[in-house]
DNA sequence: ACAAAAGTGTTTCCTATACACCCATGC
DNA sequence: GCATGGGTGTATAGGAAACACTTTTGT
């Protein structure tokens, strides 16, 4: 980090100069202090998630050869890289229970089978399809668009908006968000 | 901290030079670093809390002018202290629910009065005994033991142990812990 | 007409909660 | 014998999970 900013900021700025995105989800982990954990110098990290809407469209900076990859199938990594990842997808696991993000990872309007295939994803888990709709219907923070995404069936599925508002003012009266 | 320790062995270290106590149960929340958090330098905190059980013995070294607090009445708390403390009890309810550490914060041999009483003293909520005692039971990782604590009725009532292997077989065999 | 995904309700089970009386003992 | 805290069981309600068929439409 620099002198002038927060971890939080670092953590963005590090997020932009890599992906060039701005405005995205960031949540701070924990620091890592082993002694040896890294062989040329004392080095303290700080890790940080990112939560990136698959409808970004991502020019990955080459300059740090970064990659994407599947959860289910990524490489050794060095140092305590591995930890990291861990901890972020226990974390991920955590506060996708207790909050709401998973809209952050859909676009603006989705069908309830993207959502539901993105809860399967983050929680590796498979879910009946009319008990995950009457979940999230009983929650009341959607609103059902008039519009339909034709590209996955000939029946075509109705599109959804995450209330942002109206999750709120249900926040206020202490609505607890749980899934 | 010094720079041949790690983050939680500085914290152990804060801590015994505090109280003189040892192996006790800390965890690290997370870091602080907002630019004017401290007005003479710029400061990055680390947070940590710890467990400290109700029968230690503890001399606070003077030096350093701690006292204890109950939650419910602490006083106001300079720079970002008030937020450390928030975040402290939100994760240690979160611990709490997840995992017995409750256990941690009583005498090797407690009853269930007690127990009880350290839940809701974290919760900040009352239990109805029977239901308590029996989700308690459910669990089957404590033992009950022949001896009786007489202190605080006539009647007496019976101590009971934590059973460390039994709860880390269970563990092993996919229990989750949920209170 | 048929293939492929969308959409929709009911039953069952289990967990959480509410609730009240008897027991053992010291005084 | 009575006051005090300890100990115990059951009934009810609500949420979670299991489960299958009809609808729409492009080809």
Redesign the interface.
């Known amino acids: ?1 620099n ?6 900021e670092s953590a963005s700025r590090v997020l932009n100069s890599l992906t060039g995105l701005e405005n995205i989800y960031l949540e ?1 982990l ?2 890592f ?3 040896d954990r890294e062989p040329t110098a ?1 080095i ?1 990290s ?1 890790s940080y998630y990112a939560l990136i809407s698959t409808d970004e469209n991502i020019q990955i900076n080459e300059k740090y050869s970064a990659k994407w990859f599947d959860l289910k199938q990524f490489p050794n990594l060095i140092f305590d890289h591995n930890k990291m990842v861990q901890n972020a997808v226990t974390r991920l696991r ?1 506060r996708a229970s207790t909050q709401p993000i998973g809209f952050e990872l859909l676009p603006e309007k989705f069908t309830m089978k993207d959502l539901q295939s993105l809860y399967e994803a983050i929680f590796d888990e498979k879910y009946d399809k009319r008990n995950f709709i009457s979940k999230i219907n009983s929650m009341d923070i959607l609103v059902k668009t008039e519009e339909k995404d034709m590209t996955s069936s000939r029946k075509g599925s109705f599109l959804y908006r995450f209330d942002k508002e109206k999750y709120h003012k249900k926040l206020s009266q202490g609505y607890l968000f749980k899934i």
């Open positions: 980090m002198g002038e900013e927060t971890l939080d701070q924990k620091s202090s082993e002694l004392r303290i700080i955590y």
